[in-house]
């Protein structure tokens, strides 16, 4: 994972940069190299449904509540930055 350049340490925090593939049958990790965490999210991109999945299924990922994860950029984009609390860094188990 040592190529990976879409999270950054930050103040009690990290951000995370990923871009989301909604309408999938499962919400999934695509792929944990390169700029972005790539993401197949189990919700369709209406109404907020795939952010808040997305928001949800990286919480579950980083192991912390979906509150300590906020959506900083990116709320009608495929490409999105969260800000994930209580965290210095991913887990090591991140794959795709």
Do not use: C, Y
């Not at 040592?2 to 999938?24: K, L, N």
């Not at 928001?55 to 906020?70: D, I, P």
């Amino acid at each position: 994972m040592d190529d990976a350049t879409w999270w950054s340490p930050g103040d009690g925090a990290i951000t995370v940069v990923i871009r989301v593939t909604p309408g999938a049958r499962r919400s999934e990790v695509i792929d944990a190299s390169g700029d972005r965490l790539r993401i197949r999210i189990a919700a369709p991109a209406h109404e907020g449904r795939a952010n808040a999945e997305a928001q949800r299924f990286v919480a579950a990922l980083f192991g912390v509540r979906r509150a300590a994860v906020s959506l900083v950029r990116g709320e009608r984009s495929r490409d999105k930055t969260l800000r994930i609390a209580g965290v210095e860094a991913p887990p090591t188990d991140i794959g795709g």
